[in-house]
């Protein structure tokens, strides 16, 4: 028992140690291409006074990011174009912020300028650290005009839902209407008083219960056998009819008294009313025994004989 407790305590542990692992784990993978622009002729520029096409990296998550030791590329053949190099304490982004990439074809400026620049037509790749794995992609119309962007639109500023759009370019500032309407906001307008969040949130209850009741009624059989059990059937050909009762009647109390007579009739009974619990063979066979205590020559009483 205490072994058990053990054991269990262990794995309740290290479950918990996963968890808050998972929780504060820095995850890539909450990274998305936000924004790019492939040509610059009046935009923002480096800290070198130079402009280039730049790319934009939003951070969707509610915790800090790190994307030291990721891949940017435009070559799908080549994930591991553009190295992000480990050290710089800029490339943890907060929740919610972005980092700006300058793609000016020259790494050797900084962490933040790329070792290529953004052709229109190609697809842009933001690779995990792993060198394999691709976070995200965006493509860049081949048709993009010089100063416009292709961006990904915040539909759902919450859930982080967006679409993409070509639009004015707009570096480290989150697109579109960031003061725009949540779906919660939205609903809130449509159901003011809460009538179908709580008629939605009563039919989920119901329907977990009921699945709960499903599952547990067939796993409870599951691990008692009732699958493996098959309802007792009578066997054919043994229908009781009236004569039949009658006879059975009058041979017993013939060849047996009436104690045997009443055992056997209640035996019956139980077995055409369904109360009989144990499979037996149903041929029930009556020998009565007869012994010197059961010979009616000893339980007659002898008469006194007279003396003349």
Not at 30 to 46: H, K, Q, R
Not at 95 to 114: E, V
Request: proline share 4%; hydrophobic share 40%; net charge neutral.
């Amino acid at each position: 028992m205490k072994r058990t407790i053990k054991s269990i305590s262990l794995v309740i542990i290290l479950l918990s140690g996963a968890a808050i692992a998972e929780l504060s784990a820095q995850n890539v993978s909450d990274l998305i291409i936000n924004e790019v622009l492939a040509e610059n002729p009046d935009g923002i520029t480096d800290s070198y006074g130079q402009r280039s096409g730049w790319i934009e990296i939003l951070n969707t998550s509610y915790g800090t990011v790190d994307f030291a030791g990721c891949y940017l590329s435009d070559d799908k053949d080549n994930l591991r174009k553009y190295y992000i190099p480990k050290g710089d304490i800029n490339t943890r982004i907060k929740p919610r912020q972005l980092a700006l990439f300058f793609a000016c074809g020259n790494d050797g400026k900084g962490t933040f300028h790329t070792n290529f620049t953004i052709v229109p037509g190609r697809t842009l790749y933001l690779v995990s650290n792993d060198g394999r794995t691709i976070i995200d992609s965006i493509e860049v119309p081949s048709d993009l005009k010089p100063g416009k962007s292709v961006s990904r639109i915040s539909t759902d500023n919450k859930g982080m839902e967006f679409r993409t759009v070509v639009s004015d370019p707009t570096p480290l500032a989150q697109n579109g209407d960031v003061n725009a309407a949540t779906k919660s906001q939205i609903m809130e307008e449509r159901d003011p008083h809460g009538w179908i969040m709580t008629v939605t949130a009563i039919c989920v209850v119901f329907l977990a219960l009921f699945i709960l009741f499903i599952i547990y009624k067939y796993v409870g059989k599951a691990f008692t056998g009732d699958f493996k059990k098959k309802k007792t059937s009578k066997p054919q050909g043994n229908n009781m009819n009236e004569e039949t009762a009658l006879a059975i009647a009058m041979a017993l109390d013939k060849a047996c008294g009436g104690e045997t007579n009443a055992a056997i009739a209640t035996a019956l009974h139980l077995y055409f009313n369904d109360t009989v619990h144990d499979q037996e063979s149903f041929v029930l066979t009556i020998r009565p025994t007869q012994s010197a205590w059961a010979s009616k020559h000893f339980t007659l009483r002898q008469l006194p004989t007279r003396k003349g």
